[in-house]
């Protein structure tokens, strides 16, 4: 990323807009006006060309979440828990910290490597992630539980 090369048009541009500026004031043609102001967009021009580049380079040099967007049709348990874990932001070793369970356990679940769940570990999963129960472990209803309004809570 270039960010000098960025810097130093963006001060092009300001100083070539500051010139049109003091020329207006100081009764220059508008033929020479015009001249100044076709420089400065060309050089606006220039400089947006260079900060999309640099933003899709940035781009394409992050890592790809791991959760796609077929495996959130998949109808697994493991997909869904990598698909709550990725949701909720939390690391495999956090979550597994959470719930009182080794991370190999975490992997071992969201790799499909273990199959049996039970309905106590789903619970904490479940309670852990902020997901619906049903979904985590079946995957029917929504991901997100519903929640309720009580008499404090504002619309």
Not at 2 to 16: A, G, H, P, R, V
Not at 111 to 124: S, Y
Request: aromatic share 6%; net charge neutral.
């Amino acid at each position: 990323m270039d960010f000098e090369n960025i810097l130093f048009k963006s001060k092009q541009l300001t100083s070539q807009i500051t010139g049109v500026y003091e020329l207006s004031l100081s009764g220059f043609s508008g033929s020479d006006l015009t001249e100044m102001v076709g420089v400065a967009l060309n050089l606006c021009s220039s400089l947006n060309s260079e900060i999309q580049g640099t933003i899709a380079t940035a781009e394409n040099a992050q890592p790809k979440s791991k959760v796609t967007m077929d495996e959130r049709h998949q109808n697994s348990f493991a997909a869904r828990l990598r698909l709550a874990i990725a949701h909720s932001g939390m690391t495999q070793a956090v979550l597994a910290w959470g719930i009182g369970v080794s991370q190999s356990t975490i992997s071992a679940l969201a790799t499909g490597r273990v199959k049996g769940v039970g309905i106590e570990r789903g619970v904490a999963l479940s309670e852990a992630l902020g997901v619906n129960l049903r979904w985590l472990m079946r995957g029917e209803g929504e991901m997100q539980p519903a929640k309720f309004l009580i008499h404090n809570d504002k619309v």
